[in-house]
């Protein structure tokens, strides 16, 4: 009969296996993803760390099994977390020779690997262990179910408003162009003297409305946009000044038109 100890140090290793894909599935969540594919990945994973587990048994057959299992996790662990700890280790020391972060990638892989080796019989260390990779296994799987939930309402919700979409299709499309940094053909020809009139007739043969004097609502694009898609202000002078995306106040500039 499995003791405590030693099915939560197996359970460990199991859900070690698991943490790459479930991280991979939840930076991609928003795509199209195939968890069969990923499920066959983390099966065949789990399948060859528990091979290597046996074959450590096999050579080592006078250590315990548990600590063996916190050995081979350990490992995988630090295997499938290259990225994440060479980022960190050149946050703090920023060097550009690839066989320095390897190196130092080796170095954390072989001190985590021999604290699970020393403390794999330790009931507390297991605990610890099992703990830690059961949160970092129910954080991304808790947001990749919240993701697939509300993705599953809103499914149902277009299922209900597909006869109201229907009445849609027999409707015109509508293209509104606004092309930025584009200015008005008046001011293009007073300032660059060059006549854009052919290129805005050939639009209107086309079937296309341009607003001859256009002006924009503000004098940064992200505002502008926001306010002609809304068809409300976004700012007033009332408002206090707002902020461009670098930080730099815009408040008061004077748009050419």
């Known amino acids: 009969m499995l003791n405590r100890h030693l099915v939560t140090a197996l359970t460990a290793l199991a859900i070690v296996c ?23 990945y983390s099966l ?4 060859l760390a528990f091979t290597l587990l046996g074959l450590l048994k096999l050579v ?12 081979v996790a350990a490992f995988v662990f630090c295997f499938f977390a290259y990225d994440v700890i060479v980022a960190g280790l050149a946050l703090m ?8 972060l390897v190196a130092a990638w080796t170095m954390c892989a072989v001190v985590a690997v021999a604290i699970a080796a020393y403390w794999g019989t330790s009931r507390e260390f297991g605990s610890i262990f099992f703990t830690a990779v059961l949160v970092m296994a129910l954080v991304p799987a808790g947001r990749l179910a919240t993701f697939e939930i509300e993705l599953f309402s809103q499914g149902h919700s277009a299922a209900r408003s597909k006869e109201d979409g229907a009445a849609l299709t027999s409707r015109p499309n509508i293209y509104f162009f606004l092309m930025d940094a584009y200015a008005r053909a008046d001011k293009i020809k007073t300032i660059l003297h060059y006549d854009n009139s052919p290129f805005l007739d050939l639009l209107k043969d086309r079937g296309f409305y341009v607003v ?20 409300k202000y976004v700012q007033t002078e009332s408002m206090p000044p707002y902020l461009s995306v670098s930080g730099i106040s815009t408040y008061g500039t004077e748009l050419m038109v």
Do not use: C, H, K
């Open 18 to 40: 698991l943490l790459p894909f479930l991280a991979l599935a939840e930076f991609n969540m928003t795509r199209d993803i195939d968890y069969g594919q990923l499920g066959l």
């Open 60 to 71: 080592l057959w006078r250590q315990p099994v548990a600590r063996l299992a916190y050995t």
């Open 93 to 100: 020391r920023p060097i550009g020779n690839i066989w320095y």
């Open 212 to 231: 001859e004097r256009a002006t924009a609502n503000y004098p940064v694009t992200w505002l502008s946009i926001a306010s002609t898609l809304s068809m």
């Open 44 to 47: 065949a994973l789990i399948v």
